[in-house]
């Protein structure tokens, strides 16, 4: 063999070692991230709020269905989920089970795209086109899902204002329908600044939305859908955020305008490109402190 036949040999030797380990470790391999946001009034104690998204569950991950439960013990004040949560029309029962013991907690949710629509296989090179068409597949039970989240008495922000306690304070709180297809209608209007923390939620965080929370008030943005790019190039980082917001904002927490948004990479796949690299599934507790 040639040394061009050997330099393609070892780069197909360590793509099928990066596919292998992306799909069978590292999108199983959840974590927890912690984040300090400096947005409270003085002297205030800190309220512990628990982001959820995009769990793309299906009937046999009971593993991912495990590790949210155990979240409980964070013992959160809020729980917020900015959707995707399932990939299958049978995954209501899992889905529930997961946030089971987080229900009994105050929460807030918006759904995505595949809250209502189940996966559809297609290329994944199609994120990079700006033009791509989403294709929707079989009817998922939103409904009953949302019903269930109801019945726990956690708020819609679906399009959406609302005003909770947790920790002992209130929390107001706006939210959209997924943006990414076309759902957002947003009830625009100051947020309340007696309250005590402003949050808003979106599924995908598309920079118009953010600009008009931020433009209310809302100090703390929301909203997961690029699941952190997925597959990331280390040294590089996202290669595609799948909406429009920049590639350096795929994940984490930033600061948009005078507010902090915090992009969720999420603790699931599609189940037609189940892999992620340098981008493990994740949760992510963020402790809101004084200023």
């Known amino acids: 063999m040639g040394p061009l036949g050997k330099i393609v040999l070892g780069a197909a030797v360590v793509g099928a070692g990066a596919l292998a380990y992306g799909t069978l470790i590292e999108r199983n391999w959840f ?9 409270l009034a003085p002297e205030a104690e800190p309220l512990r709020v628990l982001h959820l998204s995009d769990l793309h569950l299906t009937p046999k991950q009971l593993r991912k269905q495990r590790w949210v439960r155990e979240l409980a013990g964070l013992d959160p004040d809020l729980v917020v989920v ?3 949560n399932m990939a299958h029309p049978d995954a209501v029962p899992g889905v529930l089970a997961a946030y089971e013991p987080l229900l009994e907690l105050p929460g807030a949710f918006v759904f995505g795209s595949n809250d209502y629509s189940g996966p559809v296989l297609k290329s994944p090179f199609g994120y990079f086109r700006e033009d791509r068409e989403y294709e929707h597949g079989v009817e998922l039970p939103f409904e009953d899902l949302r019903a269930a989240f109801l019945d726990a008495g956690w708020v819609d922000l679906n399009n959406n204002r609302a005003t909770l306690k947790a920790g002992g304070r209130v929390v107001d709180l706006a939210g959209v329908d997924d943006p990414h297809i076309d759902l957002d209608a947003y009830p625009a209007g100051p947020a309340d600044p007696a309250a005590a923390v402003r949050i808003a939620l979106s599924h995908a965080p598309e920079p118009r939305i953010l600009d008009a929370f931020a433009a209310d008030g809302f100090e703390l943005l929301l909203a997961g859908h690029t699941h952190g790019g997925q597959v990331r190039v280390p ?4 290669l595609v955020t799948n909406c429009g917001l920049d590639r350096k904002l795929a994940r984490g927490l930033h600061r948009w305008d005078r507010a902090w948004l915090h992009v969720s990479a999420g603790l699931g796949t599609h189940p037609t490109a189940p892999v992620r690299f340098a981008c493990r599934p994740e949760a992510t507790l963020l402790t809101l402190i004084p200023r």
Do not use: K, Q, S
């Not at 040294?235 to 996202?238: C, K, P």
């Open 31 to 39: 974590t927890l991230r912690r984040y300090d946001v400096p947005l």
């Open 82 to 84: 900015t959707g995707d």
């Open 235 to 238: 040294g590089v980082g996202a």
